[in-house]
């Protein structure tokens, strides 16, 4: 399943993977095969910062 290429429907989508099925950033990304350090920087140029104990982006 592609992921989404527009930052604000990736940081839905992520959130709510991670709300929904995830327990962890690391493993969402290697489920879905994303380099997990490329998708922090395109949610951290969008404005987005990911919060570990939230587990969340905001």
């Known amino acids: 399943m ?3 290429t527009d930052p604000m429907m990736l940081f839905s989508f ?3 993977k991670l709300r929904d ?3 962890s950033l690391e493993q969402l990304c ?3 095969g994303v380099d997990q350090e490329q998708l ?3 949610l951290a140029d ?3 910062e ?4 939230a587990k969340k982006f905001w």
């Open 30 to 32: 290697d489920d879905l």
């Open 21 to 23: 099925e995830y327990d």
């Open 2 to 4: 592609p992921i989404p």
């Open 14 to 16: 992520v959130n709510m």
């Open 50 to 53: 990911y919060n570990a104990e």
């Open 40 to 42: 922090v920087k395109t």
């Open 46 to 48: 969008a404005g987005f």
